[in-house]
Structure formats: structure tokens, C-alpha cells
């Protein structure tokens, strides 16, 4: 199985930070990435697919690039709602699989 | 408004089984897959499993943890995706999501991506 490794597990920003997380594939998966947030309690809410494609509705400060093995999540500037876990996705090959998560914490 | 809602989640005893369902409304079933996610307490997400829709046979792909315990199943007539547990162990205790995958295709080669997930259901294996 194709393994995901997401870093960092966790960070703390403070609102109009930038922030990048960074997922690393253990074998190329083109662009078959996905990031997803969850807030707690709720379910996963999908940011981006295909790697860079913004999922309509979701907000331009959520960018996504990379591809082959190296991926990053990028919030351009933090707002109060954008606390929460970000997980990314493989889905180029089965079984799929998550990254283990970061959360973003409130500095 | 595309709603999925699980519903069958509850406390069952280590070995036992358990089928949860999920009632999809606002799109039309029949065009997509669908898939399984769970997520034990404080833990991240696993992908569970996927069915395919009729176009491509209702195929299906299981996470290895699963396999062989767990048989995902649709009725597109009746709006429902369900996931049949048996042989349960302590260690399938999560939340399970339902989630509708979206297709796209970009530059000639075709994505996926889960757009639209359930609320989740709670599964509870212990004796």
C-alpha cells in the first residue's frame, strides 16, 4: 500500500499567517491528491482534488500544488475558521490512503 | 440539496455483525460510486471501501483490514448504500462516513475526489 506522510502533525499560526502543509507519497501517484479538513465533531470537508483543482465553493486561500510524490497544502492567509485537521488523500492507487493529519492550532 | 445519512451504527459484541445504511437524496445514485470511511475515536481517517455504479458492474475494492469481513452493497432504486460487518473486532470501533465520489476529468485523465460525506454513524465493538 502506497503510504502517506503528512507533516507537520500539528502547528500553531496565528490568524493572517501563511501556512503549508506537505504530503509525501511513498511511490509517484501523479496527481491523484486530495486535502480535506475536519473541523471536530463533523465530517471531512473536501478543499482540494486533483492535486491543485479548488473544489467550487471552498475559498481562493486554499491552494494545492505538487505532484509524483511531493504535495503541499497552502491557506494563504489563516482566518479564525480555518483551525481545524487537514488530511490529504491518495487516490491513484488501492487501497487508498490518508495522510495521518495535521492540526492547526491557534497560536 | 444532496443529502447522505447513515443510520445501523450501535454497540455489538466482539464477532458480531452489524449492517449499516446510508440514504442518499438530492442526486442521482445511479451515477456515481460510493465509498466507506471510518475513523476511530481521536484517530484519522481510513478508507474502508468503494462500490462502483452500474456502468462499471457495482465492483468493488476493500481496504485490507476489512477484506473479507466487510461487503459494501446498492440499491439505486431505493436511494441506498449499505456496509455489512461481520466478524467484528474491538479494533472496527469509528465513526463510519458514507461519501458520494466525484468524478472529473481534467486534461484527458480522470480524477476522484469525495465531494459529499454523511454525517457518520457510530460503531461500537465491545463486550
Known amino acids: 500500500a502506497i503510504q502517506m506522510t503528512q507533516s507537520p502533525s500539528s502547528l500553531s499560526a496565528s490568524v493572517g499567517d501563511r501556512v503549508t502543509i506537505t504530503c509525501r507519497a511513498s511511490?509517484?501517484?501523479?496527481?491523484?491528491l486530495g486535502w480535506y479538513q475536519q473541523k471536530p465533531g463533523k465530517a471531512p470537508k473536501l478543499l482540494i482534488y486533483a492535486a491543485s483543482s479548488l473544489q467550487s465553493g471552498v475559498s481562493s486561500r486554499f491552494s494545492g500544488s505538487g505532484s509524483g510524490t511531493d504535495f503541499t497544502l497552502t491557506i494563504s492567509s489563516l482566518q479564525p475558521e480555518d483551525f481545524a485537521t487537514y488530511y490529504c488523500?491518495?487516490?491513484?492507487?488501492?487501497?487508498?490512503?490518508f495522510g495521518g493529519g495535521t492540526k492547526v492550532e491557534i497560536k | 440539496e444532496v443529502q447522505l445519512v447513515e443510520s445501523g451504527g450501535g454497540l455489538v459484541q466482539p464477532g458480531g455483525s452489524l449492517r449499516l445504511s446510508c440514504a442518499v437524496s438530492?442526486?442521482?445514485?445511479?451515477?456515481?460510486?460510493m465509498d466507506w470511511v471510518r475513523q476511530a475515536p481521536g484517530k484519522g481517517l481510513e478508507w474502508v471501501g468503494r462500490i462502483r455504479n452500474k456502468v462499471h458492474s457495482y465492483t468493488t475494492e476493500y481496504a485490507a483490514s476489512v477484506k473479507d469481513r466487510f461487503t459494501i452493497s446498492r440499491n439505486d432504486s431505493e436511494h441506498s448504500v449499505f456496509l455489512h460487518m461481520n466478524s467484528l473486532k474491538t479494533e472496527d470501533t469509528a465513526v463510519y462516513y458514507c461519501?458520494?465520489?466525484?468524478?472529473?476529468?481534467?486534461?484527458?485523465?480522470?480524477?476522484?475526489?469525495?465531494?459529499?460525506w454523511g454525517q457518520g454513524t457510530l460503531v461500537t465493538v465491545s463486550s
Open positions: 438530492g442526486f442521482t445514485l445511479s451515477d456515481y460510486y
Open positions: 461519501v458520494r465520489d466525484f468524478l472529473t476529468a481534467i486534461s484527458g485523465n480522470t480524477y476522484t475526489a469525495f465531494d459529499m
Open positions: 511511490q509517484g501517484i501523479g496527481s491523484d
Open positions: 488523500l491518495q487516490d491513484d492507487n488501492y487501497p487508498l490512503t
